[in-house]
């Protein structure tokens, strides 16, 4: 009977970290494995002969042309056909970081390779992008003249100019998330594609000198992005998470003491804040730091990293509702930061979460909130919470995924899955037409976008499967590039190793040289809800 009782008491924490469906009803790996066929779908450029989405076919083949340029590959962001260089770096990023987290997991799930190949699309049209040390491409294609018109992807008759920073227009947190795409995406490849992995690294070293040296807003040079990602944040967190990255990747303590220098001035160690996603990283790199300080990296920054690492405790304390600022919530317990595409917030914090809860984990540590010591599994029970309403557990018992489930968006707000296949009726879709005869159908799409994760509910767990409610139905990259990460993990249980051990050995240093941060006036950035 002892026995017995000694087990009982042993089962929650045996569920926990070993059994893979031990979370209850939800099937995280389906649920993975669709929110990665995503991707596909939103390829550009010349398609493979292995990809899977088969209603898409090729497109964008021209982008880049008229400036001298190939910039053919690449993501569409969300239900669009213009091709944003700040959330789809975003987006690299962030698979990246769920790919080097939980890669276990997803091997096991045997998504691993689908899941590189979908950074790779990427990080691929990344090298193109940034043709010289100074010079990298940030968009194809407007958000007017494209919004003007509904065309499938393949039928684009819309404007498609390349816009760049360079050191006269220059664009630091635009270069420097891409330096930190590139950084983290060299660590996946670092065993199994050595040289394309230096070839990464060699470029996110480039870019971020690049962001460091001549510093500016990229919308400030890109206006055409403003009303569509514009930076509200400014550049500061996005040099601090490039650095954090460029030094997970290289061990190169120029990196460390980078953090630690301009920790202070750039906002690092005193934005508490309460969201993480494309525009604002500070929750991130407070994430990333608190990790090397429990890694024992610090050294003698350690001061300076404790107080990154108090701002990361916020952030995760606001989550679960135990801090001295929280974040609201819907009624049925979604967190909720505003009426566009809220999902986005939901899977980038529930992300940080995840990581934050299996690093304490590690270090045999618990999370300091206003309302005392709280367990890490507090953090990952609140990342399920989050990943179980989404997927179905929600006053509307609908699945925000689309695909999984039977209840789930019909009418999503996408113009290749709302226009019949290319392949199924080759007949050209004019820019205006597409409105008239797709748009405006009040019927299910044609095209199933499979694991698409739209925007989501309002405030009070409401939701209308509209095509043109797209603050609700439109999907984004970056809504499921965090989510990959959350469903490895809540699949394949804690894996019994410790998250802090390194996942990369020491890479000699850059060739190039080092960076100096430029001596001119530090912007304050200014996060606010994002519009």
């Known amino acids: 009977m002892g026995k017995l009782m000694r087990l009982i008491s042993m089962a929650p924490l045996f569920l926990l970290l070993c059994l893979p469906f031990a979370f209850g009803g939800h099937d995280y790996n389906q ?28 497109s964008g083949l021209n982008d880049g042309k008229a400036s001298g340029v190939d910039l053919v590959g690449g993501y569409y962001d969300a239900g669009d056909n213009v091709k944003f260089g700040l959330p789809m770096a975003f987006t690299v990023t ?24 979908a950074v790779k699309w990427g990080t691929d049209y990344f090298i193109k992008a940034h043709p010289q040390p100074y010079v990298l491409y940030g968009e194809v294609g407007d958000g007017n003249s494209d919004h003007y018109c509904w065309q499938r992807p393949e039928d684009m008759t819309t404007d498609r100019h390349a816009y760049k920073i360079d050191p006269s227009n220059p664009g630091s947190d635009l270069a420097g998330e891409t330096a930190a795409a590139m950084a983290a995406a060299s660590i996946v490849f670092r065993r199994s594609n050595p040289a394309y992995s230096r070839e990464l690294l060699r470029h996110a070293y480039q870019l971020f000198e690049f962001a460091d040296k001549y510093r500016g807003k990229y919308d400030s040079s890109v206006t055409v992005a403003q009303k569509y990602y514009r930076s509200i944040s400014g550049y500061n967190d996005e040099l601090l998470w490039a650095a954090a990255w460029l030094y997970q990747a290289s061990n190169n303590k120029y990196y460390l003491n980078y953090l630690a220098k301009n920790g202070d001035s750039m906002g690092g160690t005193g934005w508490a804040m309460t969201e993480f996603g494309w525009d604002v990283k500070y929750a991130g790199v407070q994430t990333l730091v608190a990790k ?28 679960i509702g135990k801090g001295s600022r929280n974040i609201q919530k819907t009624p049925g317990g979604l967190i909720y930061r505003q009426r566009w595409n809220n999902m986005q917030f939901v899977t980038s914090a529930s992300f940080l979460a995840t990581v934050y809860s299996d690093y304490l984990t590690s270090y045999r540590g618990s999370l300091k909130c206003a309302a005392g010591n709280v367990a890490p599994s507090e953090l990952l029970s609140f990342a399920k919470s989050q990943v179980d309403y989404l997927l179905g557990d929600n006053p509307r018992a609908t699945s925000y995924m689309v695909g999984y489930g039977n209840n789930y968006p019909r009418q999503v707000h996408h113009r290749g899955s709302s226009i019949v ?13 597409g409105y008239a005869t797709w748009y405006t159908r009040k019927a299910s799409d044609p095209n199933v976008l499979t694991g698409a994760l739209v925007g989501g509910p309002d405030a009070y767990d409401n939701f209308a499967d509209e095509r043109d409610n ?14 990959l990460g959350i469903l490895a993990r809540l699949a394949g249980g804690h894996g019994g190793y410790n998250q802090l051990l390194p996942v990369v050995a020491p890479v000699p240093n850059p060739v190039i040289a080092k960076p100096k941060p430029a001596p001119k006036p530090k912007r304050t950035p200014t996060p606010v809800q994002l519009l």
């Not at 669709?34 to 076919?57: D, M």
């Not at 300080?293 to 916020?314: D, I, S």
């Not at 797209?470 to 989510?483: D, G, I, R, V």
């Open 31 to 58: 649920a993975l494995s669709k929110s990665i066929l995503f991707f596909e779908a939103q390829r550009s450029g010349y398609l493979p002969h292995n990809q899977r989405v088969t209603w898409r076919a090729n």
């Open 292 to 319: 090397f300080l429990m890694q024992g990296k610090a050294g003698h920054h350690t001061p300076v990293f404790e107080k990154y690492r108090q701002k990361a405790e916020y952030f995760m304390c606001s989550l």
């Open 94 to 117: 962030m698979m990246s970081w769920s790919i080097i987290e939980y890669r276990k997991q997803m091997a096991a799930n045997g998504e691993l390779g689908h899941a590189m190949e």
């Open 470 to 483: 797209y603050e609700q139905t439109e999907p984004a990259t970056y809504n499921n590039a965090p989510l």
């Open 421 to 433: 296949s290319i392949k199924v009726n080759p007949k050209f879709v004019a820019c205006r037409q």
